[in-house]
């Protein structure tokens, strides 16, 4: 069964560094999005991309996030200074044009 | 703003018992409802979904019933297994192309033998 596939699962940064988050999605899906879940809370939608540009984003998604397709294969989440608030799992999931969302395992981010 | 609520954070049953979850929504314009299951230090797995057109939709040990009178939604899963032990998100979506999930604070069951 396709997969997706995250990269790292665990990163540790210190407050302000930047960080890469990377995901290998399903080669023919066709939308691609960015969860989060912060300890104990809930999962929250951080970010839609569609046709190599972003469709929707939510309120978290401020200047500090970025996420590009660099080499049509590749999905990345760039966060530009991290802030504590922002360790939490991040979730890479891929859709195609039906419902169901295929998730990756997780970047855990711990922010110092 | 919770859209979807899990309101029970965790259950327990004993094997080959039937398990439910319930999930309760606010927002009229969901019209795509999912279940996720969830194991420590992996993503969310889809166990089973259902449109808003529908009231119940069924899958092995796992069916989801759809009240929308209600705005409730539940899991149930008979028989009960121990490797059923995990945690179940509900999630929902509006209609549009872009789908993003809304989701519950999840409920983790535990299966007992």
């Known amino acids: 069964e396709p997969e997706v596939t995250q990269t790292p699962s665990h990163q540790v940064t210190q407050m302000g560094q930047e960080v890469i988050l990377r995901c290998v999605p399903i080669?023919?899906?066709?939308?691609f999005y960015w969860y989060r879940q912060i300890l104990g809370q809930k999962v929250e939608f951080l970010v839609s991309f569609y046709n190599n540009e972003i469709s929707e984003k939510s309120e978290i998604f401020d200047d500090q996030f970025s996420v590009e397709r660099p080499d049509g294969s590749n999905f990345t989440l760039k966060i530009r200074s991290t802030k504590l608030e922002d360790s939490a799992m991040y979730f890479c999931?891929?859709?195609?044009?039906?419902?169901?969302?295929?998730f990756g395992s997780g970047t855990r981010l711990t922010v110092v | 703003d919770q859209q979807v609520k899990q309101n029970s954070p965790s259950l327990s049953v004993q094997e080959g018992r039937i398990s439910i979850l319930n999930c309760d929504y606010t927002?009229?314009?969901?019209?795509?409802f999912l279940w996720y299951k969830k194991y420590p230090a992996e993503g969310p797995t889809f166990l089973i979904s259902i449109s808003s057109i529908k009231d119940k939709n069924e899958d092995g040990r796992f069916t989801v019933f759809l009240n929308k009178s209600a705005k409730h939604l539940s899991l149930h899963i008979v028989p009960s297994q121990p490797g059923d032990s995990a945690v179940y998100f509900c999630a929902a979506s509006e209609p549009g192309n872009n789908r993003k999930l809304i989701w519950g604070l999840g409920t983790s069951l535990a299966v007992n033998p």
């Open positions: 927002n009229s314009m969901f019209d795509y």
């Open positions: 080669s023919n899906h066709l939308y």
């Open positions: 999931a891929n859709r195609q044009t039906n419902y169901g969302y295929t």
